[in-house]
């Protein structure tokens, strides 16, 4: 398998550390896309969205859209599983997910934001207080839900899934926009929790061959 990516793509980020967590061997493709290499018609074909990452599975096709390669491992590769056994607990486990990559992620997206500039003409200040703001706002819920679950290390329970593979690299991009953390003691102790285990070290942006 090949994942198309870019080592900043929080949505890349996702997929990296669903296939570290399953052990599973894969190569890397690059897209840098401050320079627009997303945009280019080889890669277009493969995704005519323009966005990263993408999964390139021999004998398969590839497949876009991050939580949708998430599911797809789970369903079909082996390794650690990325969802509980019950349908409550998955259900949860998707309720958490989506806060992050359906609600907060793509209003604070690249090219969400780089609208905002070119073609709204926004400072980039206010951009940054936009963007703030949306995470704020939706790591406030998530950390309202983390409250509800039953004790355990990570979202749920004592091993690591999907709701984690998205909610660290949200925490990245709050970082970067210098939104507040220190309100969600939950969510900064299963980052820790993360931070612990060689799947999400080896995935983190600083550790890609992309890395600027």
């Given at each position: 398998m090949?994942?198309?990516?870019?080592?900043r793509?929080?949505a890349?980020?996702?997929?990296?550390?669903?296939l570290?967590?399953?052990?599973?061997?894969?190569?890397?493709?690059?897209?840098?896309?401050r320079?627009?290499?997303?945009?280019?018609?080889?890669?277009?074909?493969?995704n005519?969205?323009?966005?990263?990452?993408?999964?390139?599975?021999?004998?398969q096709g590839?497949?876009?859209?991050?939580?949708a390669?998430?599911e797809w491992?789970?369903?079909?590769?082996?390794?650690?599983?990325?969802?509980?056994?019950?349908?409550?607990?998955?259900a949860?486990?998707?309720?958490?997910a989506?806060?992050?990559?359906?609600?907060?992620h793509?209003?604070?997206n690249?090219?969400?934001?780089?609208?905002?500039?070119?073609?709204?003409?926004?400072?980039?200040?206010?951009i940054?207080?936009?963007a703030?703001?949306?995470i704020?706002?939706?790591?406030?819920?998530f950390?309202?839900?983390?409250?509800?679950a039953?004790?355990?290390?990570?979202?749920?329970?004592?091993?690591?899934?999907?709701?984690?593979?998205?909610?660290?690299?949200?925490?990245?991009?709050?970082?970067?926009?210098?939104?507040d953390?220190?309100?969600?003691?939950?969510?900064?102790?299963?980052?820790?929790?993360?931070?612990?285990?060689?799947?999400?070290?080896?995935a983190?942006?600083?550790a890609?061959?992309?890395?600027e």
């Amino acid at each position: 398998m090949t994942l198309q990516g870019y080592f900043r793509s929080s949505a890349a980020w996702r997929v990296r550390i669903a296939l570290n967590l399953k052990g599973l061997a894969h190569e890397h493709g690059f897209r840098h896309l401050r320079r627009g290499e997303q945009a280019m018609p080889d890669y277009l074909a493969k995704n005519p969205q323009g966005l990263v990452p993408v999964l390139e599975v021999p004998g398969q096709g590839v497949l876009a859209q991050s939580l949708a390669i998430l599911e797809w491992l789970e369903e079909t590769q082996p390794g650690a599983k990325l969802l509980p056994a019950d349908p409550w607990g998955r259900a949860r486990v998707r309720a958490l997910a989506g806060i992050i990559a359906c609600d907060i992620h793509p209003i604070q997206n690249l090219r969400v934001l780089q609208y905002l500039k070119r073609a709204m003409g926004q400072e980039q200040a206010a951009i940054d207080a936009f963007a703030r703001h949306w995470i704020t706002r939706g790591l406030t819920a998530f950390e309202t839900r983390l409250a509800e679950a039953e004790a355990g290390a990570f979202c749920h329970g004592d091993a690591p899934g999907l709701a984690d593979a998205c909610l660290v690299p949200q925490l990245g991009n709050a970082r970067r926009f210098g939104a507040d953390l220190a309100p969600f003691p939950r969510i900064l102790r299963v980052e820790a929790a993360c931070a612990a285990l060689p799947a999400f070290a080896k995935a983190a942006p600083e550790a890609q061959p992309d890395a600027e």
